[in-house]
């Protein structure tokens, strides 16, 4: 694809509204003028696959079905010069203050660098943390470690909600098959105690650690949660009890002011979102079930996408391009959601994670200078996994009155042992050949004449037709392994930061979330006046 205005600089500020560039103007005369369907550019250019195909780490990028041309592409490309995207990343990815909002850092990154470079005060803190976890998490797995009362620990509750839960969930699920065999891990994210007592059921207290997750130790949830798992600790083992609890947090006093010891607690910077956390303590769970060497090993992947995607030039990035696409399609083609299926039994937690990092990031109407962003910010982000997918919203999809664009998410080779059983081999084909079906359907549909020389019935033939010209992104892995899970996560992180870049937006803040955290605490308090619509509900408890 070529550029069109290449080394192109408006001078204008990153952190304001992106309408004034003028690559964004060339855009909207983009969508005046009209883009060609997908099925004459596939049709058109049998080449289209090799040059809109971006090898990222170990991952493949394919963009043919989306709606890009040579001058989309290429003003698009200019809109990423003229932002700074690439500088940007790289500024996010060495630990700078990029955070306007709160005056922070964002140093997930430089955690994970496997370079050492970035430094500072909180990330050697960190980098000791992590031999902490490493002896923690090996004594676990070595059968060494023991509780208050002398018993093997073999078992791991996380507590956690939102970045403290969904990306440590997702690791582990997505692992499975590196798991220890004798160490059982679970999560509990909810005040609903349901869920912790399906984390805490057949568990014995006597061999069981609890992992409490939250930046500032005063998140109701997993407070609540807390609380209540140490009374089902303390029914069995009474007042050391308390030291089967280890806390990761950035709040260091309130956690020693619940009693928590101090070599029990795991120090996160306050510069790592909750939503990027996973490659920081609050990976010790993640850590405990696959290993020191095979997290070592995820963190890696994210190192080496985190690298490209903070060097390579915009034409060569994939999480650029991919930031890039969803600018097009959310902001100039009015496509206000995204759909996100991965073909992969073991990824089944991905679309949750997802949902958090880009909705938690990108739904901002703020630009980090204050001003109005002028366009549409995050798309709506919602999805599920391959097959079941297909038999649940996938008619939307097709015939639906609105264009839903769609990351496909396959494995070449499935997550499992018995790679070389014949029966495995067929379901990983059928995975992937059901994959590239979609894609190819979603961009070609069928029209009224194709229906027609099947020999279907004229009454029926306005059912049986597809309008087609619906984009996808397909993301191939070669397997599931940690370094192609860090990759994958790493990818989208930085898929995420370089939209909030394109459109100047702060994608490390989420003060919708604080203000619904404080009103949750102000109904709580028993002080305050009762809401009228709690006071509803109770009263239909008196009918």
Not at 263 to 290: E, N, W
Not at 355 to 369: A, T
Not at 458 to 464: M, P
Not at 499 to 513: H, T, Y
């Amino acid at each position: 694809m070529v550029d069109v205005n290449p080394s192109l600089d408006d001078g204008l500020p990153i952190d304001g509204p992106v309408h004034s560039a003028s690559a964004w103007a060339g855009l909207r005369d983009r969508v005046v003028e009209g883009t060609p369907s997908l099925r004459a550019l596939l049709n058109n250019d049998p080449d289209r696959g090799k040059q809109l195909g971006i090898k990222c780490v170990d991952i493949l990028v394919d963009l043919s079905r989306q709606h890009l041309t040579d001058e989309v592409l290429g003003h698009l490309q200019d809109l990423a010069r003229q932002r700074r995207v690439v500088e940007t990343l790289g500024r996010v990815l060495a630990g700078d203050t990029v955070n306007g909002s709160e005056n922070q850092a964002a140093s997930h990154g430089a955690l994970r660098d496997r370079t050492g470079k970035p430094s500072g005060s909180d990330i050697e803190a960190a980098r000791r943390t992590f031999d902490r976890m490493t002896d923690l998490a090996t004594a676990i797995r070595d059968g060494k470690a023991t509780g208050a009362t002398g018993h093997r620990i073999t078992a791991l509750v996380h507590l956690g909600i939102g970045g403290s839960h969904l990306g440590p969930a997702l690791a582990v699920d997505a692992l499975k098959h590196h798991t220890h065999p004798d160490v059982t891990i679970r999560f509990s994210s909810a005040i609903d105690t349901d869920d912790l007592d399906e984390a805490l059921s057949g568990l014995d207290p006597q061999s069981t650690l609890v992992v409490v997750c939250s930046k500032s130790f005063t998140t109701i949830e997993t407070l609540k949660a807390l609380d209540a798992a140490l009374d089902w600790l303390t029914a069995d083992l009474g007042d050391v009890a308390i030291d089967h609890v280890i806390a990761v947090t950035t709040a260091v006093r309130q956690a020693q002011d619940r009693g928590i010891q101090d070599d029990h607690i795991l120090k996160v910077p306050v510069s790592v979102g909750g939503r990027f956390s996973i490659g920081s303590a609050v990976g010790l769970s993640v850590m405990v079930a696959i290993g020191p060497q095979a997290f070592s090993e995820m963190l890696a992947g994210m190192s080496a996408v985190d690298a490209q995607s903070a060097t390579q030039p915009v034409e060569e990035n994939a999480a650029i391009l991919l930031a890039l696409v969803d600018v097009w399609n959310r902001c100039h083609l009015g496509r206000g959601s995204m759909a996100v299926v991965p073909y992969a039994h073991r990824l089944r937690l991905f679309v949750s994670w997802l949902q958090q990092l880009s909705m938690e990031s990108l739904g901002k109407g703020v630009c980090q200078n204050g001003d109005d962003p002028g366009t549409p910010t995050g798309p709506v982000v919602w999805g599920a996994t391959g097959t079941d997918a297909q038999h649940a919203f996938f008619q939307l999809l097709h015939q639906g009155t609105d264009v839903v664009p769609v990351d496909f998410i396959g494995l070449l080779q499935m997550s499992t042992s018995r790679v070389d059983d014949a029966g495995v081999r067929t379901s990983a084909n059928l995975l992937l050949t059901n994959l590239v079906a979609h894609a190819d359907a979603l961009a070609f549909g069928r029209n009224a004449e194709e229906v027609r020389s099947d020999g279907v019935d004229e009454a029926l033939v306005a059912h049986r037709t597809f309008p087609g010209d619906r984009p996808s992104t397909t993301v191939l892995l070669p397997e599931l392994t940690p370094t192609t899970l860090g990759q994958l996560i790493s990818l989208y992180e930085n898929r995420t930061v370089a939209f909030a870049a394109l459109l100047g937006i702060n994608p490390f803040d989420q003060w919708g979330v604080e203000l619904g955290k404080r009103t949750a605490r102000e109904l709580a308090d028993e002080s305050m006046p009762e809401h009228g619509l709690l006071r509803r509900v109770r009263s239909l408890e008196d009918e």
